[in-house]
């Protein structure tokens, strides 16, 4: 019996079926340099897989939101390269931001505007039709629990309740990439759990997630990778054990504070005698 050949063309690399999927973030030796000559990024390269959870730690000014800036077309990176699901994020600005839902650390919500228009203004921005607008904006305000608060004005709005708004409005046009930053900052256990559900909903549905915070806890909880950030540079990368394991320690908040060159904090030491 003959084995029947496989046809040429079912092998060749334009063939779809057998295209690897773009990264949902491909960044590739990024730097930023401000014009009174501070360095922000100093080359960093990060990869984050389509439908991946990814934390990025590291202390204030470590160049997180610069990175995350440079991602969303707030900031114009110096040199390198970054792509969201293969689109360049600055010659391609258009495709790579129509990807990405940004929740930023600052409530920068207009205060004049209601809830629901807050919600509909943005999907109008992103180019979703009237119907779309109205039965997505109605999906998001039962999800955060905010569908009493519609007619109201954002400026009213408790703290915690104004970060449930810019949630919903970063998830409005229905990103690809979902990037949080810091989202659970200065909000009640209660809340920080409700946001915790939700997000680990969406990501299971699809959406990938870049998340930043400062709860070390949270990024163990959601991520599944972290990468350490510190003076604008990728220090280590990995699971929350393979990053405990690198440093030499139990968990991941010791492994941050040897990061940070704070290794005296450690709750290990609690109760130690310091003689």
């Known amino acids: 019996m003959v084995a029947m050949e496989t046809p040429a063309a079912s092998l060749a690399p334009t063939d779809p079926r057998l295209a690897v999927p773009s990264p949902a973030l491909e960044v590739r030796d990024l730097v930023k340099r401000y014009p009174t000559g501070v360095e922000a990024l100093r080359g960093v390269s990060l990869g984050i897989s389509d439908g991946e959870f990814f934390g990025l730690l590291g202390p204030n000014g470590a160049g997180k939101s610069t990175l995350i800036h440079c991602a969303t077309g707030l900031a114009m990176p110096t040199s390198g390269t970054i792509e969201i699901f293969g689109d ?20 920068n919500l207009d205060w004049f505007l209601t809830v629901e228009e807050t919600l509909d203004f943005h999907g109008g921005y992103f180019g979703m039709k009237r119907n779309d607008r109205r039965r997505r904006v109605d999906e998001l305000l039962e999800a ?7 007619s109201e004005r954002t400026r009213t709005l408790s703290g915690g309740m104004k970060r449930r708004v810019v949630l919903a409005r970063a998830m409005m046009h229905r990103p690809r990439l979902l990037i949080l930053d810091e989202p659970t900052a200065g909000v009640d256990v209660e809340l920080r759990l409700e946001l915790w559900q939700y997000v680990q909903q969406v990501n299971s549905e699809g959406t990938t997630i870049l998340l930043t915070t400062h709860y070390l806890e949270e990024a163990e909880q959601l991520c599944s990778r972290i990468a350490f950030i510190n003076e604008g540079q990728i220090a280590a990368e990995g699971t929350s054990r393979q990053l405990s394991s ?9 492994a941050y504070l040897g990061l940070v060159g704070r290794k005296e904090l450690s709750r290990a030491h609690i109760g130690e005698d310091p003689a």
């Open 88 to 107: 360049n994020a600055v010659e391609g600005y258009k495709a790579a931001r129509e990807s990405v839902g940004l929740a930023p650390q600052d409530i």
């Open 144 to 150: 955060f629990s905010l569908t009493d608060k519609r």
């Open 246 to 254: 690198r440093y030499g320690v139990d968990s991941l908040e010791d």
